[in-house]
Nanobody
Framework: QVQLVESGGGLVQPGGSLRLSCAAS????????MGWYRQAPGKQRTLVAL??????NYADSVKGRFTVSRDNARNTVFLQMNNLEPEDTAVYLC??????????????WGQGTQVSVSA
């Protein structure tokens, strides 16, 4: 069993920055990928950024502003968000694609952290 605990959300003015963290606990065999989705009120959950096998992928709306990174030793993924815009306001959820010791694979989700961008 893996648990994901997020931190770092909050209220920031347009143009500001926030850094989200998501730490995975437990004893998985392997974490194959980690990343972030977001969900705004009344909208579908959408991918923000992911990191798999050392490669990153970003939503077009955040390219050049957000950076995803991972500390493998601590099983932690980060999302550095710069030049934030009101349209970035959403609940941000981290995920981890995990392979267990019996070779089963599944996705785990964090509880979500609110990011609000407003003057």
């Amino acid at each position: 069993q893996v648990q994901l605990v997020e931190s770092g959300g909050g209220l920031v003015q347009p143009g500001g920055s926030l850094r989200l963290s998501c730490a995975a606990s437990g004893n998985p065999f392997r974490i194959d990928a980690m990343g972030w989705y977001r969900q705004a009120p009344g909208k579908q959950r959408t991918l923000v950024a992911l990191l798999r096998s050392g490669r990153t992928n970003y939503a077009d709306s955040v390219k050049g502003r957000f950076t995803v990174s991972r500390d493998n030793a601590r099983n932690t993924v980060f999302l550095q968000m710069n030049n934030l815009e009101p349209e970035d306001t959403a609940v941000y959820l981290c995920y981890a694609d995990v392979t267990s010791w019996n070779m089963d694979s599944r996705r785990y989700w964090g509880q979500g952290t609110q990011v609000s961008v407003s003057a």
